[in-house]
T-cell receptor, first 111, second 114 residues
Framework: GENVEQHPSTLSVQEGDSAVIKCTYSDSASNYFPWYKQELGKRPQLIID?????GEKKDQRIAVTLNKTAKHFSLHITETQPEDSAVYFC??????????FGQGTRLTINP | NAGVTQTPKFQVLKTGQSMTLQCAQDMNHNSMYWYRQDPGMGLRLIYYSASEGTTDKGEVPNGYNVSRLNKREFSLRLESAAPSQTSVYFC?????????????FGSGTQLSVL
């Protein structure tokens, strides 16, 4: 089955700098790659997703890139703000069912 | 429109006790899921139901059973709780016309098994 590895497990950046979180997946048939954000004590929420027919997708300060050949995808957050502090999870699946999540990255934005 | 509602929010069990976690969604979604979240391990799928009347195992189904009672409700049962089942449990649903694969999560159940 699918296996998703996420790095780093913790990331600390200065406010205003960029943050990058990387994930690799094992199943070349996976075609859906979402990113979820979980604030402390809250439920995970989808922030951006990408499908295998697209190489990059952007939504304001957040972007995701996908390299199907290398089987990895990354989350990029620019101009980081204190409210970006959270745990971020990547995931991969073949279609809508059975999303497999990475282990999570705890992002801390330092003022 | 409450989204996905889970009960209870907190529960403490003794080893060997049983309990059922309840989940309901009011978004007319077809698919529902149960995940567990453990530190450093992300979210792992326990069971899912692609549509009313069907259920399938996920990554970590051992020790759990599920029931898709109707389109709205999907329950998770621990028949004989073990300390290894101490975790935060999330119910989720997908399948709206405009949201496709987006997972809508409930607020979670923090379960401790002593």
């Amino acid at each position: 089955g699918e296996n998703v590895e996420q790095h780093p497990s913790t990331l600390s950046v200065q406010e205003g700098d960029s943050a990058v979180i990387k994930c690799t997946y094992s199943d070349s048939a996976s075609n859906y790659f979402p990113w979820y954000k979980q604030e402390l004590g809250k439920r995970p929420q989808l922030i951006i997703d990408i499908r295998s027919n697209v190489g990059e997708k952007k939504d304001q300060r957040i972007a995701v890139t996908l390299n199907k050949t290398a089987k990895h995808f990354s989350l990029h957050i620019t101009e980081t703000q204190p409210e970006d502090s959270a745990v971020y999870f990547c995931a991969a699946s073949k279609g809508a069912q059975k999303l497999v999540f990475g282990q999570g990255t705890r992002l801390t934005i330092n003022p | 429109n409450a989204g996905v509602t889970q009960t209870p929010k907190f529960q403490v069990l003794k080893t060997g006790q049983s309990m059922t976690l309840q989940c309901a969604q009011d978004m007319n979604h077809n698919s529902m899921y149960w995940y567990r979240q453990d530190p450093g391990m992300g979210l792992r799928l326990i069971y899912y139901s692609a549509s009313e009347g069907t259920t399938d195992k996920g990554e970590v189904p051992n020790g759990y059973n599920v029931s898709r009672l109707n389109k709205r409700e999907f329950s998770l049962r621990l028949e004989s709780a073990a300390p290894s089942q101490t975790s935060v449990y999330f119910c989720a649903s997908t399948g709206g016309p405009a949201t496709n694969e987006k997972l809508f999560f409930g607020s979670g159940t923090q379960l401790s098994v002593l």
